[in-house]
């Protein structure tokens, strides 16, 4: 197997599939499922599907404040996320990252994070929803003391998108 060194592949140059900002920003609005992996007691990886939100441009995601996710990431904030999307090769999009966690646990920010998650994913019921506060604060409320917002800080950001090579490998 060649080693990759600089967008070389042996002695073959490999198209550039690295993602624009704006097409990085439309990815993440148009993919669902964020993989968080984080670092366990004994130093192994543990990794966990997410749902997420985008806020000021960054990723964030909420868990409920035991999980072990956030027990991981409390102990250690440094964290490595993975969203991707694309069944065939020439379809294959992706965007790695890897950051450190920030936490904010305010009960407000978490309502605040449950109404985007509300309106992006179909949570109460068959469809996404956008709530009023007094809605949010009804199916929610309850459990906003009870979790842990993670807003992830990029320090390494990897994408590709193969769509750009135009059927040629």
């Known amino acids: 197997m060649a080693a990759e060194t600089d967008g070389y592949i042996g002695c073959m140059a490999r198209k550039d599939i690295t993602m624009t900002d704006d097409e990085t920003a439309s990815f993440l609005e148009g993919t669902h499922v964020l993989q968080v992996s984080s670092i366990d007691a004994d130093g192994y990886p543990h990794v966990a599907p997410m749902w997420y939100i985008m806020d000021d441009g960054k990723i964030v995601f909420r868990s409920f404040t035991k999980s072990q996710k956030i027990v991981n990431l409390t102990r250690n904030n440094k964290i490595g996320v993975l969203v991707e ?21 305010d009960p407000a920010y978490i309502l605040k994070v449950y109404g985007g998650l509300a309106a992006r994913y179909a949570m109460l019921g068959g469809a996404p929803q956008q709530l009023t506060p007094e809605e949010l604060e009804a199916a929610f409320g309850r459990f906003a003391s009870k979790n842990t917002a993670v807003i992830i800080e990029p320090e390494k950001i990897a994408s590709w998108d193969h769509r750009k090579l135009g059927g040629v490998y």
């Open 85 to 105: 999307a694309g069944d065939g090769y020439n379809e294959l999009r992706g965007l790695m990252i890897r950051g450190t966690a920030r936490f904010v646990t």
